[in-house]
């Protein structure tokens, strides 16, 4: 059963708008949401990712959202680029007993901004 | 400093085959894992490793069996490849339990 879904398999904007995409979990035990960025024929890279005890964080042009009570989080990429275009995984962890976080991953949705 | 490196980049394997996946990472990095991803099913975990000589499964372990002898390397074994396990599959390292840094991907196809 998925627990982190991702409903937008894609998403189209135009250069200098908003991008927002969206992800919705199911597990109240997550306590840490991250967004990861992934190019084609590469490994998902790190963008920008909150804790629970947060609503929102910030990193220059993303912003990520976070609403316990609805269990969803979104990203916010404001002015979007063409640079941008990519698949967006989000992802969630958990503490396990041997203290590791492993992370659950959304299915992605796929990014394109035109220029 | 290379990060987390992978290899092969591409495998063929026929079916009933064994092979190892290398994982090596240069950041003195703890905490290491592999997962997988399949169309429309996202990443999913198969094994990690919180250090040297401590390993444990994920969600879909079965098939693969790891080890972690050293803090550098996680090899990733398929004793007996199956159709099944055609994927791309990922490893990563983090040091703190919260990022993780991902390597570029192995596409493995079983015939």
């Known amino acids: 059963d998925q627990q982190v879904k991702q409903n937008s398999p894609s998403l189209s904007v135009q250069e200098g708008r908003i991008s927002i995409l969206n992800c919705d979990y199911t597990?109240?035990?997550?306590?840490?949401f991250l967004w990861y960025k992934k190019y084609p024929a590469e490994g998902p890279t790190f963008l920008i990712s909150?804790?629970?005890?947060?609503d929102k964080n910030e990193d220059g042009r993303f912003t990520v959202f976070l609403n316990k009570s609805a269990k969803h989080l979104s990203l916010h990429i404001v002015p979007s680029q063409p640079g941008d275009s990519a698949v967006y995984f989000c992802?969630?962890?958990?503490?396990?007993?041997?203290?590791?976080?492993?992370?659950?991953f959304g299915t992605g949705t796929r990014l394109t901004v035109i220029p | 400093n290379a990060g987390v490196t992978q290899t092969p980049k591409f495998q063929v394997l026929k079916t009933g085959q064994s092979m190892t996946l290398q994982c090596a990472q240069d950041?003195?990095?703890?905490?290491m894992s592999w997962y997988r991803q399949d169309p429309g099913m996202g990443l999913r975990l198969i094994h990690y490793s919180v250090g040297a000589g401590i390993t444990d499964q994920g969600e879909v372990p079965n098939g693969y069996n790891v080890s972690r002898s050293t803090t550098e390397d996680f090899p990733l074994r398929l004793l007996s490849a199956a159709p099944s396990q055609t994927s791309v599959y990922f490893c990563?390292?983090?040091?703190?339990?919260?990022?993780?840094?991902f390597g570029p991907g192995t596409r493995l196809t079983v015939l």
């Open positions: 950041m003195n990095h703890e905490y």
């Open positions: 990563a390292s983090s040091q703190n339990t919260d990022t993780q840094y």
């Open positions: 597990n109240s035990m997550f306590d840490y």
């Open positions: 992802a969630a962890s958990r503490l396990f007993q041997t203290g590791a976080n492993n992370l659950f």
């Open positions: 909150i804790s629970s005890i947060k």
